[in-house]
């Protein structure tokens, strides 16, 4: 196994201020994909006039954004100013998205600080045009130990709609076999089973998911130097659900590229934007390197290996 990992990009200065030498975007550019599928804008998600620009008159079908938690442009904020600067992005995601789409957004609650900003966020966007639809919960297989609480083990998504769009059900089956027993309910005298419930082997995914695996230096799509990760898995878990192939997805958060992935692997079309032209970067070149190799990440190696190796730098600590 390589073992040439990056320490978090956002929290070292001195290594982002190296990297920006490798990047093929400035800010206010987008890139193109040659293959003519994907856009990658190193573009600001509340800005209306830019994100425009990217979606170019096409509507997306699907918005799936991981915002930094309680940060914007990785500097803290207080509760109202957060929410203030998410209400700016949804208002451009209103924008991108079709009269007849869906929106999934992970935010955190901090439970030792009122839950803040999940519940704000929950009351802000009830004044927006989006119908609630779920709260899901994804459980980490690591958490965040204490000993005077419990342990923090979940991660929180948060599912809305407007108008009336695509939810394949069919494909929000699991890989998790039938396996529990038990009483389900009377249909004709007869009592039958929960196993008898659908025609399917496997369990449909409801909004507690424990079958993804958090992702970690040893798994094959980890981009090292990227912070909080979101597997592929539930990535592509959502775009099979709630799109159609050939769709558009927009993430305006791409950091490391997971929903571009799983919209390559899906035959979906990704507008990803991400602010810091290194994770749009880091964005590009994953895409490039699993066409390249059918890898989905670089393990414990990271993005920029070469140029790192020629520069006699492998680590920036």
Known sequence: MKNLPLPRIDRNSRLHEHLQRYCRLAPGEIW???EGKHRIGCLDATDEARISRLMAGAKATLAIHDPPYNMVAFDSAEPAGFIAWCSRWIDCTDLALDEDGSLYVWLGADQNDHFQPLADFMIMMRSKPF????????RN???????????????????????????NIDAAYTDIPKILR???????????EN?????SKNIRAGNVWVD??????RMDENVNGCYAQKPI???ERIIRASSNPQDVIVDFFCHSGAALIACELLSRRCFAVDIDPVFCEIAIRRLEHFRRTGKTGWQNGNPFEAELAEDKVVQIS
């Open 233 to 235: 898995k539930s990535c």
């Open 32 to 34: 193109r994909d040659p």
């Open 182 to 192: 038990g009483y389900y309910k009377d249909i004709d005298g007869k009592t039958t």
């Open 131 to 138: 119908r609630s639809r779920s709260f899901i919960t994804m």
């Open 141 to 167: 297989q690591r958490g965040y130990g204490t000993q005077k609480n419990w342990m923090a083990v979940r991660q929180e998504l948060l599912y809305y709609t407007r108008g009336n769009p695509v939810f």
């Open 195 to 199: 196993l008898q419930r659908s025609k």
């Open 212 to 217: 993804i695996q958090q992702v970690f230096y």
